[in-house]
């Protein structure tokens, strides 16, 4: 089944203990389709300035990815990110943030776009997701992400666009305070009770310890794929929420069981931790199918249990 991203698009520039890079392809509707890219037809939306050129596009050609709903703003600057990472890899510094054209954009997507039957909101202003959610009326499974900052400033909003959605993809700090529970199994049913649609799902994504998938009967959890060399983590939660979500859409119409949604999470997983080997897109851009399955099956050993 298609696969709809509205998100940013971006130039990073990061710094880790491994190096840095200036002015990267970044974003997380980028790390969401390249990683999508390898289970089904993906359509990227969002908006980028002038400064945006054809090499970046062609990453995301190359692998498939239909590029027609990027909006090139005339005179406009591509969102734009600047962080630090020090030992720890899970805790970064953002140190600029730059909206340039995010911060006029009024998605209007294509009939391509729409009909598509899975639709992953990435991290932008909650009501932005809400208007995209409501152009997309054929759509079998939705999810979103979101982040601190909209918890603190949109958060009437943020919970309605939750409401609208069947899985929330979070890290689990922002789950706790989006929750104002300190247990992340109690502050994902408490996101789960805000709406009575029948099988929704909260994933908590946990760095460098892997995720959790929390249904209201139901819990499971995967630790990340054990690498000693991490270079560069921007992305990682959005390529996990690529492969999570672009498996689901290959699953066509059939019911999204636990076992699907677990191996799910293994694909993303997968997927993940390639990401998070090179800076920004460089690892995932040359990917192949093969290699997402051999550390599928590797994962699969890993945490089997008699
Ligand atoms: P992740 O490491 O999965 O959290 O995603 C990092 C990506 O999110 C980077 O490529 C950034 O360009 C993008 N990003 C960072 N801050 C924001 C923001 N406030 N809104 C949208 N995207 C962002």
Known sequence: ?????????????????????????????????????FFDEVHVVGPVGDDFGEAELDVLRRRNIDTSG????????????????????????????????????????SAKARASDVVFLANI???????????CLDTRFAALDTMNLWIDTARPSLVKAINEVDCVIIN????????????????AREVLSWSTTPGRAVVAKLGEYGAALITRDGYFSIPAFPLETVV???????????????????QRHKHLTPTLLRRAMAYGTAIASFNVEEFGTDRVARLRMDEVDERVTDLRRMTAFA
């Open 1 to 37: 089944m298609p696969v709809t991203v509205v998100g940013s698009i971006a130039f990073d520039s990061v710094r880790t203990p491994f190096g840095e890079r200036e002015r990267m392809l970044g974003g997380a509707a980028v790390h969401f389709a390249l990683a999508a890219s």
């Open 232 to 250: 560069d983590p921007t992305g990682a939660g959005d390529s996990f929420a690529g492969g999570f979500i672009g498996y689901v859409a290959a």
């Open 172 to 187: 689990d700090a922002e789950l706790r305070q989006l929750a104002d529970r300190p247990s992340l199994v109690g502050a």
């Open 70 to 109: 990027i909006e090139r703003v005339a005179d406009g600057k591509t969102f734009f990110w600047r962080a630090e990472y020090g030992w720890d890899l899970n805790n970064r510094e953002t140190l600029e943030t730059a909206l340039g054209v995010f911060e006029r954009f009024e998605p209007t997507l």
């Open 125 to 135: 202003q909650p009501d932005l997701q809400r208007r995209v959610r409501a152009q």
